[in-house]
């Protein structure tokens, strides 16, 4: 089982700091390592195709885990959303 902690902010007067810190936390209090940090610097306009989440969807085995600090963090709409948890 590989567990990627996914990061993404919109712009580059944002940081991933944050949202590192939060899984940081999260990881601490579930006793989990994370194996792998994907982070990125790019619009969830952006189609999937074409940022480092949709590689990693593509690379997830049946065990892993990928963890975000919140689901906006994977995309911009609900049903984007939804087809990437599908």
Excluded at 4 to 32: D, G, P
Excluded at 65 to 82: D, F, K, N, Y
Aim: aromatic share 6%; hydrophobic share 35%; net charge positive.
């Amino acid at each position: 089982m590989t567990i990627y902690a996914y990061c993404r902010v919109s712009s580059n007067l944002q940081t991933i700091e944050n949202q590192r810190f939060a899984l940081n936390e999260f990881c601490e209090k579930n006793n989990l390592t994370v194996s792998i940090w994907v982070e990125e610097t790019i619009s969830s306009r952006k189609p999937l195709k074409e940022r480092k989440l949709g590689k990693l969807l593509k690379k997830l085995k049946k065990d892993d885990i990928r963890i975000s600090t919140e689901l906006s963090r994977l995309g911009r709409s609900m049903m984007e959303v939804m087809g990437i948890l599908n």
